[in-house]
């Protein structure tokens, strides 16, 4: 890529009204950091911290894992970088965890509710948090929240891994909505979250009620039905209410077409795959506020993903 290609790939997303939307991508390795910024990345909407704890005999170590989120923040030049707590279960075993086989791991002790029955794991993992990405980039991100109980108890460990390090700095913890349950109460997690994000991929599964994991059904998990996106909008106006950021982080936000939408129902941040982030960019860019709401409220109002396709396939 030529440097003056480079330069217009790196830089703020703004929408043809002047609404600037923020760009991320989604990470899951040290390398993914370096390309997304050479796709011109805003910053890290979703690091998924699994590929450290899974297939290994013990869970990583404090140090272990404060030397990776070092480089990935290192690899982000000083972009924000949001960090999912661990999202593990019965779905994905690991030796050191002696997890039980679960009928329905979907439903099962996975995401915040492992992280709550395991505090040590959690704790270490704040801590090397805390102890690598600095301040001003750090942000860190709860999966599989249902209430705001779970928030609260993982920001009381967050304070006691703060008080442990000595930092007084605000850190911004925030929740995924990827279950029915948190888009419906977002307005009371908003009021104590700084930040909600849309796993779609997650929010789709238990809203249509299709395993993701399930050949048979998977292909029903559609991001785009109008049932995910009531929901969707659910949640972006309890953050709007407290006024807070909603982003979305899951599958959707890596479709350009699905941009308009998705800014209309009220995300102002978006976190794609690395690759996808040129053209999700150049998307937002041909964009104005006035008309995703008008295709928003458009959308909303139809009975399948299959119209709401069908609309954005005519608007594109
Ligand atoms: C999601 O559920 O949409 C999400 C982003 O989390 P994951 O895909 O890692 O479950
Ligand atoms: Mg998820």
């Known amino acids: 890529i030529r440097s003056d290609q480079q330069q217009a790939a790196a830089a703020d997303c703004i929408m043809a009204d002047g609404t600037r939307i923020e760009v991320f991508a989604n ?32 869970a990583p170590t404090f140090e272990e894992q404060r030397d990776v989120y070092r480089s990935i923040a290192q ?34 002790r996975r995401g915040v509710r492992l992280s709550l029955a ?28 249902v209430d705001v109980a779970e928030l609260r108890a993982v920001r009381a460990l967050l304070a006691e891994a703060q008080a442990a390090a000595g930092s007084e700095d605000h850190v911004p913890l ?3 909505i990827e279950t029915p349950s948190a888009a419906v109460l977002a307005d009371s997690l908003a009021e104590e979250a700084d930040f909600l994000s849309v796993g779609t991929n997650d929010l789709s599964q238990y809203a249509l009620a299709v395993d993701r994991g399930n050949q048979a059904v998977a292909g029903m998990v559609d991001a785009l039905h109008p049932a995910v996106l009531r929901l969707i909008a659910q949640a972006a106006q309890g953050a709007a209410t407290k006024g ?4 979305i982080c899951g599958g959707l936000a890596s479709e350009p077409r699905a941009a308009p939408l998705l800014i209309g129902l009220g995300a102002t941040e ?14 937002v860019r041909n964009l104005t506020t006035a008309d995703c709401r008008a295709l928003a409220e458009q959308a909303l109002s139809l009975g399948t993903a299959a119209e709401v396709r069908t609309l954005l396939a005519e608007k594109s």
């Open 27 to 58: 990470l899951g390795s040290v390398e993914d950091a370096a390309r997304a910024v050479e796709y011109g990345a805003e910053g890290c909407g979703l690091l998924r911290t699994e590929f450290l704890f899974l297939d290994r005999p013990a």
């Open 75 to 108: 690899a982000l030049g000083g972009r924000p970088l949001i960090v999912r707590t661990l999202d593990i279960g019965g779905d994905k075993p690991v030796p050191y965890l002696d997890q039980p086989a679960e009928e329905n791991p979907a439903l099962g």
């Open 118 to 145: 395991r505090p040590d794991l959690l704790s270490t993992q704040l801590r090397a948090i805390l102890a690598s990405v600095p301040a001003n980039q750090c942000r860190i991100m709860v999966p599989m929240i």
């Open 174 to 176: 925030g929740v995924m």
């Open 244 to 247: 807070k950021w909603l982003g």
């Open 270 to 283: 978006l976190s794609a795959v690395p690759a996808a982030v040129p053209e999700v960019k150049a998307a």
